[in-house]
C-alpha cells in the first residue's frame, strides 16, 4: 500500500516547528486513519523549534546561517540579521524582503526535512503533502504569499490551514488526549504568538453528517486601543514595554545602537520572569551585557503590574470583544483551546477565569497542549485525517475573515467626464467558503494609455472594511503595429491629451477558495474608436508583488 508523508510546518513569528507524520494511503486524498508514524517534530539543535531568524552572511567566508546560529551572529551583526519579518509578508513597501526571507528559511527547513522525508526521491509509492499554517487574521495576500514562499523553497503539495484549526487537530487526534466535542458544542479558539492574537469559533452543529464551522472574528478594530493607541497584540509589544522600562534611565542612544540584541534580552527576560511568577515567586534578576558594559535588570510583579497595566487588562477586553463579535454570550462557550507561548502568562488564566467561570483546566474545557510549541505543527500534520472525516470531527467548513473588494481604476488621465472607481464589494466578512461570483461583474474602463508598445487594465483587490489594498492584478495588451506607430507620435506631442483612449470592457469572475486564496477569471475585450478589437481571457493570480 503506498504512504502519504504530511509535513506540517508552523512558520511563527519568532520560533517556528516543523513535524511529519505518515499515513497508508487510501486513494482518493484519504487516508487511513491510524497514522504509520504519528506527528513528531523535527529538532534543530536538539530542540523542536526553531527560531525564526536568518543571518545574511558577510559575504566575505560566512555563509548564511538560520535560527539559533543566526540568532548568535545578531548581537555582532545586527545589521546582517533579520527576524520578526513574517509579520511584513504581503506589505507593499516591506513585503518583497520578507518574502525571500521567508523563502530562504523556509529552504533551510526543507533541507532538514529531506533528511526525515524522501522530498527528493521520485519514489512512486510515497505522496508528500505540505500544510503550512497562518494566523485567521490573515489576508488574502498574506495567505497567498505564504504559499508561494514554501512553494517557492521547495515543498511539494502545499496547502495553507489556519494556526488554531491545527491546534484543535492536535486535541482531537492526539492518542490519549482525545478530545471529542460533542455536537452543539461551540469552542473558542485563541492563539497567543510573537506577533498576533487571534480568536476563532468552531461551532460543531447538532445535527450529525453537518460539517462544523470555523469563524474568525477580530475583537481588535472594535475595542479600545491600549497604551498608545496601539492595537497589536502579541508577545513582541510586551518584550517592547519590558525593555523601555528597563532601560528607562540608560543613555537612549546606547539603547538606540543595541536595539535588537536588547529585544532578544528583554524576550528571554520577559519568558523566565513569567515561569518565576507563575511559581509564585515575585520578582526576577540577571545581568545583561550591554556592548562591554555588564547592566542589572530587575523587575517586580507590582512594577510590572503597574507597568504592563493597559496591556495586561487589553487581554480581558479582547476576549470580552471576541464573544461580542461571535454574538456568543460566555456561557455558551462550551471548550477553550489555548496556544501560542504568549499564552503561558499568568494574567491569561487570570482573565479566563474571570469572563469564562464556568470553563476549567482539571474537567478538559479549558485545553492546552502539553507541548504548546509543537501544537500547531503536530495538528497540521493530522490534516490528512482530519479531511478523511476520520478523526472524530468532519473537517470543518470556513467562513471568510475579510470582506473583499474590487475596483478597475481609470487609471492616467481619465476622459470620463468622473473617473468611477470606487471599488465594488465582492465578498462580505463572513462569507462561506469557497465562493465563487454568480455572475461576471461587468466593469468598463476608459483610459489614456501611456505605453505605446502595450495597453494595460490593471485590477485592484481590496481587503477589509478599510479598503487595505492587495496587491494588483494586471492584464497587458500588445498594440498592434499601426497603433503603436500613431500611439508613440501622439504622445509625443503637446496635445495628447487628445490621444485616443484605451477602452475596456472588463468581466470579472472570481473565486475564492476556503483558504481566502483569490483567483480571478477576466474577460478583458479592448476597443479602438468603438470596434472591439482584442479579447484577452486570463487566469489571475496573486501577481508578482513579490517576485
Ligand atoms: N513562558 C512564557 N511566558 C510568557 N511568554 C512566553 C513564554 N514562552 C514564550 N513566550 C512568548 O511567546 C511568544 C512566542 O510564541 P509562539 O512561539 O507561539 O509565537 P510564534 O508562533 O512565533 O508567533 P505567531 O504565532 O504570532 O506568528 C514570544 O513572544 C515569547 O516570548
Ligand atoms: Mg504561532
Known amino acids: 500500500m503506498s504512504v502519504v508523508y504530511s509535513i506540517g510546518i508552523d512558520f511563527g513569528t519568532s520560533n517556528s516547528c516543523i513535524a511529519y507524520a505518515t499515513y497508508y494511503d487510501r486513494g482518493n486524498g484519504k487516508v487511513d486513519p491510524h497514522p504509520v508514524r504519528r506527528p513528531e517534530a523535527i529538532s534543530f539543535h536538539h530542540r523542536d523549534t526553531i527560531p525564526t531568524v536568518v543571518f545574511l552572511g558577510d559575504g566575505k567566508g560566512q555563509p548564511p546561517m538560520f535560527g539559533e546560529m543566526a540568532e548568535e551572529k545578531a548581537p555582532f551583526y545586527p545589521e546582517l540579521t533579520r527576524s520578526g519579518f513574517k509579520l511584513h509578508l504581503g506589505r507593499p513597501d516591506t513585503g518583497r524582503e520578507a518574502f525571500l526571507l521567508s523563502k530562504q528559511f523556509l529552504t533551510y527547513l526543507r533541507q532538514r526535512a529531506a533528511e526525515f522525508i524522501p522530498l527528493d526521491d521520485k519514489d512512486s509509492f510515497s505522496r508528500v503533502e505540505t500544510i503550512v499554517g497562518h494566523p485567521v487574521q490573515w489576508s488574502a495576500d498574506q495567505r497567498e504569499e505564504t504559499r508561494r514562499a514554501a512553494e517557492e523553497a521547495g515543498f511539494p503539495n502545499v496547502r495553507l490551514e489556519e494556526e488554531s484549526l491545527a491546534a484543535l487537530y492536535s486535541h482531537v487526534c492526539e492518542e490519549g488526549a482525545g478530545f471529542h466535542p460533542r455536537p452543539g458544542s461551540r469552542i473558542l479558539m485563541v492563539d497567543m504568538g510573537g506577533g498576533t492574537t487571534d480568536f476563532a469559533f468552531l461551532e460543531v452543529p447538532s445535527k450529525p453528517g453537518e460539517r462544523p464551522e470555523s469563524i474568525p472574528v477580530d475583537p481588535a478594530p472594535a475595542i479600545e486601543t491600549w497604551g498608545e493607541g496601539q492595537r497589536s497584540y502579541g508577545g513582541r509589544d510586551l ?13 537612549p542612544e546606547l539603547v538606540q545602537r543595541h536595539r535588537q540584541s536588547l529585544m532578544r534580552e528583554a524576550r528571554r527576560f520577559k519568558e523566565v520572569f513569567s515561569n ?12 545583561w551585557l550591554v556592548g562591554d558594559d555588564p547592566r542589572k535588570v530587575r523587575l517586580t510583579r507590582a512594577e510590572f503590574e503597574q507597568m504592563a497595566a493597559p496591556y495586561i487588562a487589553h487581554f480581558e477586553l479582547l476576549l470580552r470583544g471576541a464573544l461580542t463579535e461571535g454574538k456568543v454570550a460566555a456561557d455558551q462557550v462550551t471548550h477553550l483551546i489555548l496556544t501560542g507561548g504568549h ?9 479566563l477565569e ?6 476549567k483546566t482539571s474537567d478538559r474545557t479549558i485545553l492546552r497542549h502539553s507541548h504548546p510549541e509543537q501544537s500547531v505543527a503536530r495538528g497540521l500534520a493530522y490534516d490528512p485525517v ?13 467562513r471568510a475573515a475579510h470582506a473583499v473588494w474590487l475596483s478597475v481604476p481609470n487609471e492616467g488621465q481619465s476622459l470620463t467626464s468622473k473617473p468611477k472607481d470606487e471599488p465594488v464589494l465582492l465578498i462580505p466578512r463572513g462569507q462561506q467558503l469557497p465562493f465563487q461570483t454568480r455572475k461576471p461583474l461587468r466593469l468598463r474602463v476608459e483610459q489614456l494609455g501611456v505605453d505605446a ?3 494595460q487594465v490593471r485590477i485592484r483587490f481590496y481587503s477589509g472594511e478599510r479598503h487595505r489594498p492587495l496587491a494588483d492584478r494586471i492584464a497587458r ?32 469572475a472570481c473565486q475564492v477558495d ?11 475585450t479592448r476597443y479602438l474608436n468603438g470596434k472591439a478589437i482584442d479579447t484577452q481571457r486570463q487566469k489571475m493570480k496573486l501577481s508578482n508583488a513579490a517576485a
Request: aromatic share 14%; proline share 4%.
Open 477 to 508: 495588451f500588445e498594440r498592434g503595429f499601426w497603433e503603436q506607430l500613431g500611439k508613440t507620435f501622439a504622445l509625443r506631442l503637446p496635445w495628447a491629451k487628445q490621444a485616443t483612449p484605451d477602452q475596456f470592457e472588463v468581466l470579472v
Open 239 to 251: 518584550d517592547r514595554l519590558i525593555l523601555d522600562y528597563l532601560a528607562r534611565e540608560w543613555e
Open 514 to 524: 476556503e483558504h481566502e486564496l483569490i483567483t480571478a477569471e477576466l474577460l478583458i
Open 354 to 359: 474571570r469572563v469564562f467561570p464556568h470553563l
Open 276 to 287: 518565576h511568577l507563575r511559581e509564585g515567586a515575585d520578582r526576577y534578576e540577571t545581568l
Open 386 to 398: 482530519v479531511r478523511s472525516n476520520a478523526a472524530g470531527i468532519l473537517a470543518p467548513t470556513r
Open 343 to 351: 499564552s503561558r502568562w499568568y494574567f491569561v488564566d487570570d482573565a
Open 453 to 455: 508598445r502595450e495597453a
